[in-house]
């Protein structure tokens, strides 16, 4: 089974609203695919990693 991120609010075994994840067999909701309303969702790892001390550091050192 896959993981979908839904995009539009759908009924299928249940209720799922948009920013929910479903796990389904692709050829059953392919059409949802299709239509616009779920979408594969992005493994944690496909994330690109923050780097915390870029963002801490000045961008002028000397000062």
Known sequence: MKTYQVLRQHLGDKMYMP?????AVQSDVQHLINNGVLREAKAKSDTA????????????KSV
Not at 19 to 23: A, K, L
Not at 49 to 60: T, Y
Request: glycine share 6%.
């Open 19 to 23: 920013g929910d994840n479903r796990e």
């Open 49 to 60: 990693a923050s780097n915390k001390a870029e963002k801490a550091a000045p961008k002028n």
